[in-house]
């Protein structure tokens, strides 16, 4: 079975600052993975994706993720944080639950926190 | 806004309630999914609806319910429901790709489900 692992519960960082919040991940066959954000209040928005090629992925609102095979990671990144950032972080696999359809294996987040 | 509605978005019950969650999308998606998001939890996938047609139930108790009349609307019906299913209950849809590239899920913004 596909999974996600996100080892930290909170990431403290101070505006201007970059930021990574980590994910790594468990599948059989060839991975495509995601970032999603959750803002207080509000179900989770789509950031970024990794289907196929370039390593650097750029998504939403100036963020960043660097797929790596052979550390089986996908590390969420930001060069300058914003304390409008502050938000749950989820990353997701795909799973091919079946003929014709998929779903999504979602690790338990972490929460950014971006101080002034 | 992602396209997906939720309806409501509060919803208290007492434990021999009958209700309904409501979401709608009208994006041309195929495939509709339910989520409870729980406190400190990871995201966890209840129902998959593909083409209208039930592909997934994750061992979701039978209080919990699921109907998807058409491709733009699904409901989920709850009855006797327990203090422990106070939750963030999310629908997300997602376009419609038979070579399953398209994986991005597009979420609502939830409804916060208190039981008493």
């Known amino acids: 079975a596909q999974s996600v692992a996100q080892p930290e519960d909170q990431v403290n960082v101070a505006e201007g600052n970059p930021l990574t919040v980590k994910c790594t991940y468990s599948?059989?066959?060839?991975?495509?993975l995601f970032w999603y954000v959750q803002y207080p209040n509000r179900g989770l928005q789509f950031l970024l994706k990794y289907i196929t090629g370039d390593n650097l992925v750029k998504g939403s609102y100036g963020f960043e993720a660097e797929f790596n095979k052979s550390q089986t990671s996908f590390h969420l990144k930001k060069p300058s944080a914003l304390v409008s950032d502050s938000a749950l972080y989820f990353c997701?696999?795909?799973?091919?639950?079946?003929?014709?359809?998929?779903?999504?294996?979602f690790g338990k987040g972490t929460m950014l926190l971006v101080s002034p | 806004e992602t396209g997906v509605t939720q309806t409501p978005r509060h919803l208290v019950m007492g434990m021999t309630n009958k209700k309904s969650l409501k979401c709608e999308q009208h994006l041309g998606h195929n495939a509709m999914y339910w989520y409870k998001q729980s406190a400190k939890k990871p995201l966890e996938l209840m129902f998959v609806y593909n083409f209208k047609e039930q592909t997934e139930n994750n061992s979701v108790p039978s209080r919990f319910s699921p109907e998807c009349p058409n491709s733009s609307h699904l409901f989920l019906h709850l009855h006797t429901l327990q203090p422990e299913d106070s939750a963030l209950y999310l629908c997300a849809s997602r376009p419609k790709d038979s070579q399953l590239k398209q994986e991005t899920q597009y979420f609502g913004p939830g409804t916060r489900l208190l039981v008493l």
């Open positions: 599948v059989s066959g060839n991975p495509y």
């Open positions: 997701a696999v795909r799973d091919l639950a079946g003929p014709g359809y998929s779903t999504l294996t």
